[in-house]
């Protein structure tokens, strides 16, 4: 309400925009008050109102909701971007939690300027503390409302913001601000020099394993920040290091993607379902694909099968653990193949195999087939996708 009256006073154009959680005893009181507020000034008012559902954290849900409204609003109506009244304390509070958490964000404390969903954000207070703010609202007679879980300890923001932001002098202020400026300084040098070593999305490996320790954190985070927003832990970013400091093959688990090798390569790769197609005669094969393989016509070689009718239904998969086939030398595992031939981890879980009406595996593409479905003018090749 505060950054509204500066707006209004400045002459500067704006529209309001609001989001009722339906969370607090007062959120449709506030909601009245903001129209009855932009009705007063003549000014065009946006409200979110509908039932909020969310899953995990209702702080990070509550922010993906809000900002993905004023997102819309800003592009729907040809708006120049958003203001948002983040103010000094709200800096000093992110950046003590930051450095609580031992996170090693994309920015210590809050950027003044930042693109949501190619937005512009900004924050232009944080040059002023909430209680000049408050002042502000009580000397233009502008009503504001105050968030009553915010009295409570239970959560952390609101812990540091009682016991260490607001006892701070001014000089204590100034001094953690001044903290906050180089610990970016450091960081933004920092990022800018390691970010020559991403190469289409992805870091030789033997490069990152030349840099510090603390080139390796800036690195990993940017690197993560393909598919993340949220601040990622120390502790989570050394555990990663670790592995990619002493494993040459790994499929690490990160969020909804695997960091995974190939060759000299690490980078992230989101794992599709495997493939399991059935086909009930041979023109439908031919006519076949999957999401990591191509079926191609018959070539003698070490993709190529020939069946027969008794083979149908053919499945087509992706490989199992226990996989095996009955090679004219013998019965070879299938994962005895990809250790031989080394190929990565990520693409074992993918790699297809076709498997006839009994059971049996025929074809293994790269293997060749098994003993009884080996000719010299094969039906067809599956050529398995390569990243």
């Not at 933004?188 to 289409?200: F, Y």
């Not at 191509?294 to 992706?318: C, E, H, Y």
Request: aromatic content about 12%.
């Amino acid at each position: 309400m505060a950054l509204a009256g500066m707006c209004l006073e400045k002459g500067i154009d704006i529209a309001l925009a609001h989001v009722n959680y339906h969370h607090r005893p007062q959120a449709d009181e506030e909601e009245a008050y903001v129209r009855l507020f932009a009705e007063t000034h003549g000014l065009l008012v946006f409200v979110r109102n509908e039932p909020f559902v969310f899953q995990g954290n209702f702080e990070a849900a509550a922010r993906a909701w809000r900002y993905d409204f004023f997102a819309e609003v800003v592009k729907a109506n040809g708006f120049a971007g958003v203001l948002v009244a983040h103010q000094e304390d709200d800096l000093i509070e992110t950046f003590l939690m930051q450095e609580e958490k031992g996170l090693i964000p994309e920015y210590y404390g809050l950027a003044a300027e930042i693109m949501y969903h190619g937005v512009l954000i900004r924050r232009p207070l944080f040059d002023h503390t909430a209680a000049q703010l408050k002042e502000y609202c009580r000397s233009h007679q502008i009503r504001y409302y105050i968030d009553a879980t915010n009295a409570s300890e239970e959560y952390t923001r609101n812990r540091i913001r009682h016991q260490q932001v607001e006892p701070l002098s001014r000089t204590e202020r100034d001094m953690i601000l001044r903290e906050i400026r180089m610990k970016n300084a450091v960081l933004q040098e920092r990022r800018c020099r390691v970010k020559t070593l991403i190469h289409q999305e992805k870091i030789r490996l033997n490069e990152y394993r030349k840099q510090s320790q603390e080139e390796r954190d800036a690195l990993l985070r940017m690197f993560l920040e393909q598919v993340t927003e949220k601040a990622l832990s120390l502790a989570h970013l050394r555990e990663i290091d670790g592995i990619l400091m002493k494993k040459d093959d790994f499929m690490i688990p990160f969020q909804e993607h695997w960091i995974v090798q190939k060759d000299s390569w690490f980078f992230l790769y989101r794992e599709q379902a495997a493939d399991c197609d059935v086909y009930s005669s041979l023109p439908e094969v031919i006519r076949g694909t999957g999401r990591y393989y191509r079926i191609a016509a018959g070539q003698p070689g070490v993709n190529a099968v020939s069946v027969t009718a008794s083979d149908f239904p053919l499945k087509i998969r992706s490989f199992q653990e226990g996989d095996a086939i009955r090679m004219r030398f013998g019965t070879k595992p299938v994962h005895r193949f990809f250790i031989d031939r080394h190929i990565p981890l990520f693409e074992r879980r993918r790699w297809p195999v076709v498997e006839n009406v009994r059971g049996e595996i025929i074809l293994v593409p790269g293997l060749g087939c098994d003993a009884s479905h080996y000719s010299t003018k094969p039906d067809f090749n599956v050529l398995q996708y390569s990243s």
